[in-house]
């Protein structure tokens, strides 16, 4: 190939910008990027307090337009996986306090994401108590526990009293996250989603049935955070298609309420199916179909690399892309600093994807390698 050549194609793979790398306000927020940083259980805590690790290990990222830390669990009951972290012991807070403090002394932007598993959990992460559910339905995923991977059980109905009792649960942990922002967690196959789908809500009871009333949870623990926190500062993760438990149409009832509610954002999930590969009738259009529905902003996350991403946010289908595989694997100060490069020599390079197994490591002799 030419020289001349070479240099025109150079010059028209080349934006002129990289808008993945242009900054965004969020609320009060002002995000440096638009590179989002995925919720990844990392399992690394003890008796689900956050390690000295998890204090390097999101300070590392502080450079990202917005860490949203991996799912943290509310309560005892909520917890689905073993060496996972909680926020509902004094311990847990304080130790989230200083992952907080290192995040934002390094001049990073935390979100805690606060979630309740739902039946996917197991007796032996319960002290013996069996899993909870809106509806006695084995939800057939496997679960991470001391001794490996191990199957779901059928779960307990819970009592419309105690579904309350959990949104105040969401409450005193958002309360409890202090000085992040918050992300409910509502995708994948946990509590909330649990509710919004008829496979597995099979109540009749006010939080069963009809759009309203599947949907119901999410929006009673919204408002309960919302009295405690800006709504600025409260996002929201659905993942609207996941095979095996079939789709669930209660997520646009939750985004048209969600358009008065005004949170932070919505990051949305795209579809996958369990072996991870992507449902492709929803693949690439997913985010415009929402974008309809949904007026505010958008992450979109789901099998991106970086130039997909940059695709994505460059014709507006989503404001900000959440990474998962890559951000695991680079930190993130690598692919800031990037954007001074020119774009073909950066991005192959950061699409690399980490191995499934030094993501998720629930031996400690493992956690210092998979820290970077
Ligand atoms: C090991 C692992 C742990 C994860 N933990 C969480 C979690 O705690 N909360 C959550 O919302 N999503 C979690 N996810 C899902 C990711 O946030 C993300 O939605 C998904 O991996 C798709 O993004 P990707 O294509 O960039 O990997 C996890 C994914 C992996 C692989």
Redesign the pocket.
């Known amino acids: 190939m030419s020289m001349k050549l070479e240099q025109q194609q150079e010059n028209e793979s080349t934006p002129d910008v990289i808008t993945l790398l242009t900054p965004l306000q969020l609320g009060a927020l002002s995000l440096p990027n638009r590179i989002v940083m995925?919720?990844?259980?990392?399992a690394r805590s003890t008796d689900g307090v956050p390690t000295d690790i998890e204090v390097k290990y999101y300070s590392q990222r502080a450079s990202a337009g917005l860490i949203?830390?991996?799912?943290i669990y509310i309560s005892r009951m909520a917890v689905g996986g073993i060496n996972?972290p909680g926020i509902y012991t004094d311990q847990q807070i304080d130790s989230w306090q200083r992952i907080n403090e290192a995040v934002h002394s390094a001049g990073g932007r935390i979100f805690a994401?606060l979630?309740h598993s739902g039946s996917v959990s197991h007796l032996s992460l319960l002290n013996g108590d069996t899993p909870v559910d809106p509806s006695a339905v084995n939800p057939r995923q496997k679960v991470m526990s001391a001794s490996g991977y191990v199957d779901t059980v059928e779960p307990r109905a819970l009592m419309t009293s105690e579904i309350r009792a959990i949104v105040e649960e969401y409450r005193t942990a958002a309360v409890n996250a202090k000085k992040a922002g918050i992300?409910v967690?509502g995708?994948?196959v946990y509590l909330l989603p649990e509710f919004l789908n008829t496979s597995t809500n099979l109540r009749q009871d006010e939080y069963g049935g009809t759009l309203e009333n599947r949907a119901r949870i999410v929006v009673e623990v919204l408002n309960a955070i919302g009295t405690v926190w800006d709504h600025e500062r409260i996002g929201l993760?659905l993942?609207p298609a996941i095979s095996g438990i079939g789709t669930y149409t209660a997520v646009e009832h939750i985004l048209k309420w969600l358009n008065d509610f005004s949170p932070a954002y919505l990051?949305l999930?795209r579809g996958?199916d369990t072996n991870?590969n992507p449902i492709e009738m929803l693949r690439e259009h997913t985010f415009e179909h929402y974008r309809d529905v949904f007026r505010g902003t958008l992450i979109g996350?789901?099998?991106?690399d970086l130039a997909t991403a940059n695709a994505h946010v460059e014709r507006e289908s989503v404001d900000l892309v959440?990474?998962?595989?890559?951000t695991?694997q680079i930190p993130i100060s690598w692919i800031v600093s990037a954007g001074t490069k020119p774009y073909r020599q950066v991005i192959p390079p950061l699409i690399t994807r980490v191995s499934?197994r030094a993501?998720?490591i629930s031996q400690p002799q493992y956690w210092s390698v998979a820290t970077e």
């Not at 995925?38 to 990392?42: D, F, G, I």
């Open positions: 995925s919720p990844m259980t990392r949203i830390t991996a799912g996972v994401q979630s992300e967690h995708a994948n993760k993942s990051h999930r996958f991870r996350n789901g099998g991106f959440s990474l998962q595989g890559t695991s499934r993501m998720w």
